[in-house]
């Protein structure tokens, strides 16, 4: 009965390859997220859906794409990937404006 | 542009004792304000969320306050347990968007 879940757990590539994160939600809610954790622990969004609308784009590089299937599916696309891509990837989701809730994280390492 | 802030980066007391958690922000535009919690390689629980027109929420052991004229919130966990040890972050959500900042979060370790 998870309520966010995130595949694969942890994901180990190297420089140069192209990866993907899946993130569902099963809590109806019409708002998803991307958020990074970079190794000093700070927590930055990256993006946000909402109804499969892109809504936020947080300056991140093109060699992210987040695709939006449906309003349960968040999946972020990573291409060429870079040493400085390592992190703990997020996904959350929320009713609009509300209680945000997190998946497990997907812990990145690009050697 | 928000900007969240935490201090201490790191608490550690003995078991028993009050935590107090500070937080402040920027931009006093906000829609609300949510503390979580973060276990070592675990995502984030969320344990308080306090509308901007409200001034504390209360659950349990755990109290939030919010003064959003002066930019700070205040988490108090009370009678403090080594179950609590973790990292506390908050963050505002802007108003009128989704777009939630998070603070760089306090370190919390409870000794028995």
């Known amino acids: 009965d998870t309520a966010v879940s995130q595949t694969p757990k942890y994901l180990v590539t190297q420089m140069g390859n192209d990866k993907s994160i899946k993130c569902e939600q099963n809590?109806?809610?019409?708002?998803m997220y991307w958020y990074k954790q970079d190794s000093k622990k700070f927590l930055k969004i990256m993006f946000s859906?909402?109804?499969?609308?892109?809504?936020i784009n947080e300056t991140v590089p093109n060699r992210f794409s987040p695709k939006s299937p449906d309003k349960a599916h968040l999946n972020l696309h990573i291409n060429s990937l870079e040493l400085g891509d390592s992190a703990v990837y997020f996904c959350?989701?929320?009713?609009?404006?509300?209680?945000?809730?997190f998946g497990p994280g997907t812990r990145l390492t690009v050697l | 542009k928000q900007e969240v802030t935490q201090i201490p980066a790191a608490l550690s007391v003995p078991e028993g004792e009050n935590l107090v958690l500070n937080c402040s922000f920027t931009d006093s535009a906000i829609y609300n304000l949510q503390w979580f919690r973060q276990d070592p390689g675990k995502g984030l629980t969320s344990l308080l969320l306090i509308q901007s027109s409200q001034r504390e929420q209360t659950s349990g052991r755990l109290n939030a306050s919010l003064d959003k004229s002066s930019g700070r919130s205040t988490l108090y966990i009370a009678a403090s347990q080594p179950g609590d040890s973790a990292t506390y972050l908050c963050?505002?959500?802007?108003?009128?968007?989704?777009?939630?900042?998070f603070g760089g979060g306090t370190r919390v370790l409870v000794k028995p």
């Open positions: 963050a505002v959500l802007k108003a009128a968007g989704n777009k939630l900042t």
């Open positions: 859906y909402n109804n499969k609308e892109l809504i």
């Open positions: 809590l109806g809610h019409d708002t």
């Open positions: 959350a989701s929320s009713s609009t404006s509300l209680t945000q809730y």
